[in-house]
Structure formats: C-alpha cells, structure tokens
C-alpha cells in the first residue's frame, strides 16, 4: 500500500434498531472496502451579527454541494458555522467572499468535531426523556457486573427511589485475569432489559467486542466503551456508525489529548452523542487503584462541548474514598456520576471493594445534592 493510501475497512450494520450508517459510509454494502482518504480540515465561519437567515442557508447549501460538512451554532451574540471535509477543497474555496460572512479560521486542533470551537455551546444528550450535560446532573450507578436477575433487581429497587436514572452493569467485563468472571454476556444483557421494564431506569452497559455491537444494542440505552478500551480504533469506529449515545471512558494511561482523538473518531462517524468518563488514570501512587484526575474536568469542558461525567469507583478503588470523590467530581463542574453500588459488596463477582451499599449512595447523594446546589444544579 502507498504512503498516502489509507485503508478503511467500512463496517456497516444495518437492518437492526439502533443502527445506522455513518457520516463517512453513506451508502454501500456491509462488506469491508478499501478507500482512499483525503486529509480532512475544519474551519470556522464567523457570521456578521446583521446576517440573514437565507444566507445562512446558502453558506450550508453550497458547503454541503462542495461535499463538506456543515453544523451550525447559534449562539447569544454570534452564529458560526463549523465546515469540515477535504482539506484542499476548504482550502480552494473562497468563503470569506460569501454573503453575510464576516471572517473564516482554522481550527488549528487535531480534534475538530469535539472541540468547543466548532461548536461554543454544551452539548445535550437526550435519551428517553433524560438530558445529559443539561442543568440535572445524571447518576448512573449498579454493580460492576450483572451477576443475577434477583441480584440486580434488588440493587435496581434500591437506586430507583433515589432518583438514579440509569442502571449500570457490565454483561461484557473487561476481566485482568482470565480466570476471574467474565460475565454472562446475552443472558446478562437479558436480565438488565428486565429489570428495565420493571423499574424503568435505562440501561448502561459496556461493549468490548466489535462483533457484539448489534447484540449491545439491542439492549443497551447507552453503551459503555471500557478504559482498556479508548483507542481500541475499530470498535471506536464502530460505535460512531450506532444510534446510541456512547459513554466513553478516559484511558487509564491517556493524555487528555488522546481521549478527545478518541472521541473525534466516534464523531467522526456521524454519532456525536459521547458523554465523556474520567475514570482515574495511573500514577505511581498504591493506596488507591487510579488517581481521580479532577482537573480534566474543567479542562474538558473548555475545550469540547460534549457532557463530561466522573466515575469515582473506578479512580479510588475504595468504598471509604467514593463520596468525598464524588462530591468533589460536582464541585468541579462534572455533568454525571458513574457509582459502582452492590447490595452486598463482600459478594459481589467484581469490585466489590468500591462498591458502595445503597445506604452509603444515599448519604453521597444527599451531600451531592447540596453542592450541585451551590452550582447552580440539581441532582
Ligand atoms: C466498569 O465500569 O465496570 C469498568 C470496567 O470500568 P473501566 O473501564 O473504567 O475500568
Ligand atoms: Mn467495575
């Protein structure tokens, strides 16, 4: 292959709910194709603030009959329209010259899509009826693992009157030792669409495996893309082809520029619902299982628009730590948090050392409450 070739091996699922074809793969068959990619650029018009609607319309419309992308941010003084596509062709054309534009720049980012320049505001996700990244901040909380039917349904009727809108539970895990559960894979994801009807909390579970995408999404409202997993590049690429949001958790050795390339690849697809984890990353410090880097809290939310949420379990390993880790996640800004709770944490099958009792989330959450209330939120 030449150096300027590129293979792109174009998965495309169809033909199931929550599937759809990506940005980059419009049309064509499922079969794996290889194409030759062009450089892509992206660049910011500004609009003149005395422009008109039907220039606005026509600087999409003739973006879009160029073969670029247009995504249009209408803020309080200014609206700017994000272009992305064919270096050379954004290059050639004169868009300074168009009505009602008052300047164009390059984004100068390697992330474009996910940045906060090519689009100021926050992004909302909406799943059935919830919001993230709004003013509510979301809890997703449950076992690390679905380990039963009587097991989760206990832990989901425990969360539900504590207001958790979404029911965690890996059916996939990302074990380090193969020897420890891997979880029930269908018959886990069967047990979480379960106890979804009965308490109505939506489900968050992880994929792991290209091969599984269809099956996850057959279940899931969200799917969780694990650490060990964040520049697993082909499942990226595979989520960003689905028509479900994506948790997106933070690599554990992963600057914050490689989580946003990350995030740009799903995007990149079309699928722009990616809520992004901090999860904690490795440091050289034993007493806790990460470090709970709470400084890519605001530093994320400067430079992209996507929601940002913390998973205290995973960064500190411990019980004792999670709620003041919590409490300090909303303090600086966080739109979630992600809470490993087992009603018997000494049995459960995986982390059980970080999982909270339900007791002990319900104390979180009332302290919680209290500073997302001196934020300008609510739980
Ligand atoms: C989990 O959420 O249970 C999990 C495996 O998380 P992480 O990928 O952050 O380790
Ligand atoms: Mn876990």
Redesign the pocket.
């Known amino acids: 292959m030449g150096e300027t070739e590129l293979a792109a091996f174009v998965f495309v699922v169809t033909g199931d709910s929550g599937l759809k074809r990506g940005r980059n793969h419009p049309v064509g068959p499922a079969a794996p194709t290889v194409t030759k990619q062009e450089a892509q650029e992206a660049m910011i018009i500004v609009l003149k603030p005395d422009h008109t609607e039907e220039d606005l319309q026509r600087i999409v419309r003739k973006l879009e009959d160029k073969g670029l992308g247009a995504h249009i941010s209408k803020g309080e003084q200014r609206t700017i329209v994000g272009a992305i596509g064919d270096e050379r062709v954004l290059r050639e054309t004169p868009i300074e010259s168009w009505p009602g534009v008052e300047s164009v720049l390059p984004i100068l980012k390697p992330y474009k899509l996910v940045s906060r320049e090519f689009k100021p505001e926050d992004t909302i996700i909406r799943v059935n009826g919830r919001e993230i990244g709004g003013r509510k901040i979301q809890l997703f909380a449950g076992p690390?693992a679905v380990e039963s039917r009587e097991v989760l349904e206990e832990i989901a009727l425990s969360l539900q009157p504590l207001g958790v809108g979404f029911l965690?539970g890996?059916a996939f895990?990302?074990r380090t030792s193969p020897y420890s559960f891997q979880g029930w894979g269908e018959k886990g994801l069967k047990m979480l669409a379960a106890v979804r009807e009965e308490t109505g909390m939506l489900v968050v579970t992880?994929l792991m495996d290209p091969r599984d995408t269809v099956l996850v999404c057959k279940y899931a409202d969200i799917v969780?893309i694990?650490?060990?997993n964040m520049q697993n590049f082909r499942l990226l690429t595979e989520v960003g082809n689905i028509d479900k949001p994506v948790i997106l958790?933070r690599g554990m050795s992963a600057t914050i520029k490689e989580f946003l390339m990350s995030a740009e690849y799903i995007a990149a697809q079309g699928n722009e619902k990616i809520i992004l984890c901090e999860?904690g990353i490795r440091t050289f410090e034993t007493e806790t299982r990460n470090t709970l880097d709470l400084s890519a809290v605001p530093l994320l939310k400067q430079l992209t628009h996507l929601p940002v949420i913390v998973?205290p379990s995973?960064a500190v390993g411990r019980a004792d730590l999670v709620p003041a880790m919590a409490r300090a996640a909303i303090a600086a800004g966080a739109d979630g948090l992600?809470v490993?709770v087992h009603v018997r944490p000494e049995e459960a099958l995986s982390?059980g050392p970080q999982s909270l009792r339900p007791a002990a989330f319900a104390s979180l959450l009332e302290e919680c409450a209290r500073i997302a209330q001196a934020m300008g939120r609510t739980l």
Request: with cysteine.
């Open positions: 690390c965690r890996g895990k990302p992880e969780q694990g650490t060990r958790k999860r998973d995973h992600l490993e982390d």
